[in-house]
C-alpha cells in the first residue's frame, strides 16, 4: 500500500479526482494525509468528511520560507508518504525541501509546459493567441515547473474565451490526467530516463480534451 500525502492552498478539485479515482479504482495505494498552507481551504472539509487526516501548516506563522518547509516536512514526514502531490498548493517551495523529496513528488501545473510556467498560464495563452492549452503532470525539482514530464492534457483555446472559461475547460482535463498519473506512480508504471518519463504499460501520456 502506497501512502499518499497531498498539499492544497484550496478548492483543492484535483485532489478530490484523486481520492474518488483511489476509491473507485481500488489502489494499492491511500491517500494519507490532505496538508494545507492556508486554513480556511474548503479542500480540508472535503478531506475529512472521507476520513483522511488533515493538517495545516500556515505559511503566515513563519518568519522565513525555510522555517515554513522545515515544518512542514516534519508535518509531512509524520504520514511517511511514499508519494507527496502538489494540487493547487500555491506555495514555492526550497531547494532542501525538493531533494529531501526527490523522485516521490510530482505537480500539476495548468499550461502545456515548457509554455508559460508560473502564474497567470490562462491568461498568457490567451493574450499570446495560443489555440491549445492544456496542462501537464510533472516530477518536481528545484527549477519551477520544469521537471520531466509523466502526462500532459491539450485543450482548445476558443476565440471568445476568457481567463475563466479556459481555466474552467483546462481544470476538467486535470482532473482527468492527475488521477491516471498518480495511478501510475502507485502501480510502480514510471520509468525516468535521460530525463523523460517513460510508461511501462501502452497508455497514452497524453489527452485531447474537446470540453
Ligand atoms: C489547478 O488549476 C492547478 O493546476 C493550479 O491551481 C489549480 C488548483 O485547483 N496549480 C497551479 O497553478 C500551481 N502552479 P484545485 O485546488 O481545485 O485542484
Same mark, same amino acid.
Given at each position: 500500500?502506497?501512502?499518499?500525502?497531498?498539499?492544497?492552498?484550496?478548492? #483543492?478539485?484535483?485532489?478530490?479526482?484523486?481520492?474518488?479515482? @483511489?476509491?473507485?479504482? #481500488?489502489?494499492?495505494?491511500?491517500?494519507?494525509?490532505?496538508?494545507?498552507?492556508?486554513?480556511?481551504?474548503?479542500?480540508?472539509?472535503?478531506?475529512?468528511?472521507?476520513?483522511?487526516?488533515?493538517? &495545516?501548516?500556515? !505559511?503566515?506563522?513563519?518568519?522565513?520560507?525555510?522555517?515554513?518547509?522545515?515544518?512542514?516536512?516534519?508535518?509531512?514526514?509524520?504520514?511517511?508518504?511514499?508519494?507527496?502531490?502538489?494540487?493547487?498548493?500555491?506555495?514555492?517551495?526550497?531547494?532542501?525541501?525538493? &531533494?529531501?523529496?526527490?523522485?516521490?513528488?510530482?505537480?500539476? !501545473?495548468?499550461?502545456?509546459?515548457?509554455?508559460?510556467? #508560473?502564474?497567470?498560464? !490562462?491568461?498568457?495563452?490567451?493574450?499570446? #493567441? @495560443?489555440?491549445?492549452?492544456?496542462?501537464?503532470?510533472?516530477?518536481? /525539482?528545484?527549477?519551477?515547473?520544469?521537471?520531466?514530464?509523466?502526462?500532459?492534457?491539450?485543450?482548445?483555446?476558443?476565440?471568445?474565451? /476568457?481567463?475563466? /472559461?479556459?481555466?474552467?475547460?483546462?481544470?476538467?482535463?486535470? !482532473?482527468?490526467?492527475?488521477?491516471?498519473?498518480?495511478?501510475?506512480?502507485?502501480?510502480?508504471?514510471?520509468?525516468?530516463?535521460?530525463?523523460?518519463?517513460?510508461?511501462?504499460?501502452?497508455?497514452?501520456? @497524453?489527452?485531447?480534451?474537446?470540453?
Amino acid at each position: 500500500m502506497k501512502r499518499i500525502v497531498i498539499l492544497i492552498s484550496g478548492l #483543492g478539485s484535483n485532489m478530490q479526482a484523486i481520492v474518488r479515482s @483511489c476509491t473507485l479504482e #481500488g489502489w494499492s495505494g491511500q491517500v494519507a494525509a490532505v496538508i494545507s498552507n492556508r486554513p480556511d481551504a474548503p479542500g480540508l472539509v472535503f478531506a475529512a468528511r472521507q476520513g483522511i487526516a488533515t493538517a &495545516v501548516v500556515d !505559511h503566515l506563522q513563519y518568519p522565513s520560507r525555510d522555517r515554513f518547509d522545515s515544518e512542514l516536512a516534519r508535518v509531512i514526514d509524520g504520514f511517511a508518504p511514499d508519494l507527496l502531490l502538489l494540487a493547487g498548493f500555491m506555495r514555492i517551495l526550497g531547494d532542501d525541501f525538493v &531533494v529531501r523529496y526527490e523522485g516521490r513528488i510530482l505537480n500539476i !501545473h495548468p499550461s502545456l509546459l515548457p509554455s508559460f510556467a #508560473g502564474l497567470y498560464t !490562462h491568461r498568457r495563452a490567451i493574450e499570446a #493567441g @495560443c489555440k491549445l492549452a492544456g496542462a501537464t503532470v510533472h516530477f518536481v /525539482t528545484a527549477a519551477l515547473d520544469q521537471g520531466a514530464i509523466v502526462a500532459q492534457a491539450a485543450v482548445p483555446v476558443l476565440p471568445d474565451d /476568457t481567463p475563466q /472559461t479556459l481555466s474552467a475547460r483546462v481544470l476538467t482535463a486535470e !482532473h482527468l490526467i492527475y488521477p491516471r498519473a498518480v495511478r501510475w506512480f502507485v502501480e510502480d508504471q514510471l520509468r525516468l530516463r535521460d530525463g523523460r518519463v517513460q510508461l511501462a504499460n501502452a497508455e497514452p501520456q @497524453c489527452l485531447f480534451w474537446a470540453g
